[in-house]
Every structure is written in structure tokens, then in C-alpha cells.
């Protein structure tokens, strides 16, 4: 069993080109070592966006973390 907590929906964690492809069907997706809840990805008008705890929306660039993660869930 994973130490991670995974998502009630999918079941498991997803690396990021797996979590992509529900942010292009229209889910969110929620990285794990992101504490807040508030913030995750999703596109916003076709730009990859993070929904930041403050309640904006911010065009998402991905970095190197971001492409390696493994801890990714649909929220």
C-alpha cells in the first residue's frame, strides 16, 4: 500500500503526462505535495492554469518537478 494519500476518485496517484490527459477532458488535478486543496490544474480557455489559494487563476508554467512528479490526483 502507498504512504501517499491517493485520490477517492481514481484510486491512485498519476504521473503528469497521465494527469494531462484528464486536465484535457476537463478534470483538475491536484498534486500531492501541494498542502492546499485549493490549489490545483485545470485549462482555462485552453491555457493550462493553476487555481492558486488566494482564488486567482495563473497561466501554469511547468518546471522540471512538475514533468518528474508521480503524485498527482484527480480532485
Not at 502507498?2 to 503526462?17: A, I, N
Not at 490544474?41 to 511547468?62: A, C, E, R, T, V
Amino acid at each position: 500500500m502507498s504512504p501517499l494519500p491517493v485520490s477517492k476518485k481514481s484510486g491512485k496517484t498519476m504521473d503528469f503526462l497521465c494527469a494531462i490527459k484528464e486536465v484535457v477532458i476537463g478534470k483538475k488535478i491536484h498534486k500531492l505535495e501541494w498542502v492546499d486543496k485549493e490549489f490545483y490544474g485545470f485549462l482555462n480557455d485552453d491555457i493550462l492554469s493553476l487555481h492558486k489559494p488566494d482564488g486567482k487563476n495563473y497561466q501554469w508554467i511547468i518546471s522540471n518537478e512538475d514533468l518528474i512528479g508521480n503524485d498527482y490526483i484527480v480532485i
